[in-house]
Every structure is written in structure tokens, then in C-alpha cells.
């Protein structure tokens, strides 16, 4: 059977989009009305007039699109597409740091379920990460999760104090400093793409520099971004490797050098052509988010918006 076909077949009889992330293999990728980053992807969700989402990503991508919109069926292709960094976090544990700090302010990173978007004051993604960190007033404790690269790199540069959750991404946290330090000194030309939640990330931006390199953390469409208007020919990519299909799709005649071959999301991977097709078909398996929960969840990632 022709997938492909099949797809764009019942998105137009059924009114229905297929949004993808960037990692999500190639042959999804090229069947999605849209593809981009968790923030992006949040705010298509938000946007899109059609009656019918199929999330090609992650549980808790999909559930994020569940809740900014509530009148609106969505799918996810495989419900075991799940997340080790959403995973991490314990809600009771949240909870409780709650109680404790009366006064306290929660920064959710997106990589969390819905129960712990909840408990947050604000999602964040790492495209505004920074931002939204740096808007809550300093005397205020703060309690940031579930990565803690991603913590410790925002701490690094913003100085700000603050507590950090000790979990992290299985495939980023393998993506370490001597790893890139090594394509580093082999592709003395290239520029270095680092996604924040890699386990490198402070490491890396005290070490590189002084090798003349100055790394660009950026979010998985910060990176699209910059490959595309960027003057360099070639490019270290510090992240799940899904990406490079798209960089090689939108900067054509560019070298992608991945910092390590072995960095593959097997949760994204679990979507494939097929699975697409048949959430279509057999509209399944739905997303929903009871709606107390919803309700809470959605003030904390409607407040990251003004940071998009
Ligand atoms: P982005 O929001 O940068 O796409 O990252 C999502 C993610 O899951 C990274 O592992
Ligand atoms: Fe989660 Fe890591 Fe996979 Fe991203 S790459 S979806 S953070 S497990």
C-alpha cells in the first residue's frame, strides 16, 4: 500500500493535520502539514482549524496539544511513544517542594506530563527557556525540572539560583564534552549545534571558546534556523539525529556531522508510515486530559506563550 498517499488521502476527507516533530523519521516528516520544535508544535496545535490532530511525537507532545485544545480530537499513531525525561519527575515530590516554598515559582520544562504541567507556574521549551527564567523576579525561589542540564545551563547563564531537578534525557545525556571536543578537533571548520539538554552543555561552553569555537544552543528549529541562513558549509549537530534529515531538506549542499550516531530517540522512532495512517483511519488512540487537570495546565503553557 501506498502510505504516503493513503495519509493525504483521509487528511483531506476527514479534516485532519499530521503535526511531527523533528525527529520523527523521514517518511512522517514528509507527510506532516507541519514540523518543528515542542514550541512550535504547541503553538500549531493552538492554531490549526482542523478538527482531527495526528501527533507524530511524544506522549507528552501530544497531550500538550490535547490541552490547548479541548474541542478537538487528538491522536497519537503510538501511545507508547513515551519520554525518559517526563519519566523523571515524582508529582508528589513537586508537591511537596510546593508546601515548602509557599512563595516559590515552578518552570516546567515542557518534557513533563500533564499532572506536573499543573503544578507548574510556567512551561517552558528550549527555544525560550531563558526568557521565561529571566522574567521571574530573582528573590523568589525557584524550582526548575525535570533536566537538569538544561537547569544547569540556564543557571550558568543567567546566574540565576535556583533548584534543580535531577533528571534527564537517556539519548542527550550520552552526548558528552569529550565526545564533541573530539569531532571538534577532526572538523576544525565546522560550527557546533548543541541542544541544552545535552550532557555536555556547561562543559561545553566553558571549553569550546577556548578553542576558538563558540557553540550555539538552540532548540531543535533554533538549529533548523540556523543551518539555513548560517554562511558555514558545515555543521557538528549535538542532538537526537532525526534532525539532520530536515537540515539536509532546508540547507541543501551543507554537511550535517552528527556527535554521535548512536543518539537516537527510540520513543520518536516508534511512529512510522504506517502507524500514521492507521490513527488516521481507525482514529485512534486518543489523547484527552481530564479537564481540572487541563485547566491548570493550560494557564502555565498559555503563560510561556508571551514568550514565543
Ligand atoms: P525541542 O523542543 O528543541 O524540539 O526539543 C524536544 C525534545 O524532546 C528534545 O529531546
Ligand atoms: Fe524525551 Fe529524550 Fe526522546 Fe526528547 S530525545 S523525546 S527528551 S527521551
Excluded at 525518559?84 to 518552570?107: F, N, Q, Y
Excluded at 482514529?283 to 479537564?291: C, N, W
Aim: hydrophobic share 45%.
Amino acid at each position: 500500500m501506498d502510505y504516503a498517499a493513503e495519509v493525504r488521502r483521509l487528511k483531506s476527507e476527514k479534516n485532519a493535520v499530521v503535526l511531527a516533530h523533528n525527529y520523527q523519521r523521514p517518511e512522517v516528516q514528509d507527510v506532516a502539514d507541519f514540523v518543528g520544535d515542542s514550541l512550535n508544535l504547541s503553538l500549531a496545535a493552538r492554531e490549526t482549524g482542523a478538527s482531527l490532530v495526528v501527533f507524530a511525537g511524544v506522549y507528552f507532545m501530544a497531550e500538550t496539544a490535547a490541552i490547548l485544545n479541548p474541542n478537538k480530537r487528538v491522536l497519537i499513531p503510538d501511545p507508547n511513544a513515551g519520554c525518559s525525561l517526563a519519566d523523571a519527575v515524582d508529582v508528589e515530590a513537586v508537591r511537596r517542594w510546593r508546601e515548602r516554598h509557599p512563595g516559590g515559582v515552578v518552570v516546567a520544562y515542557i518534557n513533563t506530563r500533564a499532572e506536573v504541567k499543573a503544578l507548574a507556574d510556567y512551561v517552558c521549551t528550549s527555544a525560550n527557556c531563558l526568557k521565561v527564567v529571566e522574567a521571574i523576579p530573582r528573590d523568589k525561589p525557584l524550582l526548575f525540572l525535570p533536566d537538569k542540564y538544561l537547569g544547569m545551563y540556564i543557571a550558568a547563564k543567567t546566574g540565576r539560583p535556583m533548584d534543580i531537578w535531577d533528571g534527564a534525557c537517556h539519548v542527550h545525556e550520552r552526548l558528552t564534552a569529550p565526545q564533541i571536543l573530539t569531532k571538534v578537533k577532526l572538523y576544525r571548520d565546522a560550527e557546533v549545534l548543541i541542544h541544552p539538554e545535552c550532557g555536555c552543555g556547561t562543559a561545553c561552553l566553558v571549553e569550546l571558546p577556548r578553542l576558538g569555537v563558540e557553540p550555539r544552543f538552540l532548540s531543535t528549529e533554533g538549529m533548523v534556523k540556523y543551518v539555513r541562513q548560517s554562511p558555514a558549509r558545515r555543521f557538528i549537530v549535538a542532538t537526537e539525529t532525526g534532525i539532520i534529515y530536515r537540515m539536509a531538506k532546508e540547507a541543501p549542499g551543507k554537511e550535517f556531522i552528527p556527535a554521535s550516531e548512536e543518539a537516537v530517540c527510540e520513543y520518536m522512532k516508534l511512529t512510522t508510515i504506517e502507524k500514521v495512517y492507521r490513527s488516521l483511519r481507525d482514529e485512534v488512540y486518543r489523547v484527552a486530559v481530564p479537564e481540572e487537570v487541563a485547566k491548570r495546565a493550560r494557564a502555565a503553557i498559555e503563560r510561556m506563550f508571551q514568550f514565543a
